[in-house]
């Protein structure tokens, strides 16, 4: 183009832009594929490779050493199960105090209440095709709990399992109660930073049976219905179509405001809510 600018030496140009671009894209793609082609050669298979990674990954997230609350060193297997249970029994489990709040309160702030047919609508029997389409909405090739069954099983199984499985389901939404080994669920600590040293660092994630999973999915489902209409506008996180930044640029520009001199002076309060998420309560 430089040398004989044409019309023809301009569309030449543009093709090969093109055409380079196109390859510079299928070049990318093929090194960030190499990258982790050798986990798909040989992750996966019984080979030295794979148990290098698994030793690996089992010694990060070993728990050599934990500190009490005097910070005093805990080394023994024993003495750390010991103390993991004690701490979490008691943020878990703990005894329940009397109520925090009164009843005619939640009622002023709360003024909702249901319709007869959202009445209706809660207290409708599911029927066997929809337990059998929460067992396969289950997202697959996740730990299984205590039992030892994951929805892979129930969803290859179902020929078999189903009918069963299905009128476990329908007894418990008719009585009430629940098997105590459906119930059970195991703990599994996840380090919320690395090096990890006290109890308070870790992350409890449960890990529960594929039928209790699916009893919560129902009940989760028919109370989505009514959801929207109990809950105020004001909450903005934990709900489909609000978002969580919302109140972040709601308090950016409250605070924004302080910074005026024609207002009354003002404080802040910042609540940290890292206990109400580890807590049952």
Same mark, same amino acid.
């Given at each position: 183009?430089?040398?004989n600018?044409?019309?023809?030496?301009?569309?030449?140009?543009?093709?090969?832009?093109?055409?380079w671009?196109?390859?510079?894209?299928?070049?990318?793609?093929?090194?960030?594929?190499?990258?982790?082609?050798?986990?798909l050669r040989?992750?996966?298979s019984?080979?030295?490779?794979?148990?290098?990674m698994?030793?690996?990954?089992?010694?990060a997230?070993?728990?050599?050493?934990?500190?009490d609350?005097?910070?005093?060193?805990?080394?023994?297997?024993?003495?750390?199960?010991?103390?993991?249970?004690?701490?979490?029994?008691?943020?878990?489990?703990g005894? *329940?105090g009397?109520?925090?709040? !009164?009843?005619?309160?939640i009622?002023? /702030? &709360?003024p909702?209440?249901?319709?007869?047919s959202? @009445?209706?609508s809660?207290?409708?029997?599911?029927?066997?095709e929809?337990?059998?389409?929460?067992?396969?909405?289950?997202?697959?090739n996740?730990?299984?709990?205590?039992?030892?069954?994951?929805?892979?099983?129930?969803?290859?199984?179902?020929?078999?399992?189903?009918?069963?499985v299905?009128?476990?389901?329908h007894?418990?939404?008719?009585?009430?109660?629940?098997?105590?080994?459906?119930?059970?669920?195991?703990?599994?600590?996840?380090p919320?930073?690395?090096n990890?040293?006290?109890t308070?660092?870790?992350r409890? *994630?449960?890990?529960?049976n594929? !039928?209790?999973k699916?009893?919560?999915? /129902? &009940?989760a489902?028919?109370?989505?219905?009514?959801l @929207?209409?109990?809950?105020?506008?004001s909450?903005?996180a934990?709900?489909?179509?609000r978002?969580?930044?919302?109140?972040?640029?709601?308090?950016?520009e409250?605070?924004?405001g302080?910074n005026?001199?024609?207002?009354e002076?003002r404080?802040?309060?910042?609540?940290?809510?890292?206990?109400?998420?580890?807590s049952?309560?």
């Open positions: 183009m430089l040398e600018p044409i019309e023809l030496n301009a569309e030449q140009e543009f093709d090969a832009q093109r055409r671009h196109i390859l510079v894209s299928a070049e990318e793609c093929f090194f960030r594929q190499r990258s982790s082609i050798t986990w040989e992750g996966d019984n080979t030295a490779y794979f148990h290098r698994t030793k690996a990954r089992n010694t997230n070993h728990i050599h050493f934990l500190l609350a005097n910070g005093e060193r805990i080394e023994s297997q024993r003495d750390i199960h010991d103390h993991c249970i004690n701490y979490f029994s008691e943020l878990l489990g005894e *329940i009397p109520k925090m709040f !009164v009843q005619e309160d009622n002023l /702030l &709360l909702f209440s249901c319709s007869q959202q @009445v209706d809660l207290q409708k029997a599911f029927t066997n929809e337990i059998r389409d929460d067992f396969q909405s289950l997202p697959r996740k730990t299984c709990g205590p039992d030892g069954y994951s929805a892979e099983f129930f969803v290859g199984c179902w020929s078999v399992m189903g009918p069963e299905t009128e476990t389901v007894e418990f939404f008719s009585s009430g109660s629940l098997l105590k080994q459906w119930n059970s669920t195991t703990l599994v600590l996840i919320k930073t690395l990890a040293s006290k308070s660092d870790f409890p *994630i449960s890990c529960l594929t !039928v209790y699916v009893i919560s999915k /129902l &009940l489902n028919i109370l989505q219905k009514v @929207v209409q109990v809950i105020s506008h909450q903005s934990f709900m489909s179509g978002l969580l930044a919302e109140n972040v640029l709601l308090a950016t409250i605070v924004h302080y005026w001199r024609n207002i002076p404080d802040m309060l910042k609540v940290d809510l890292r206990k109400a998420f580890d049952v309560r």
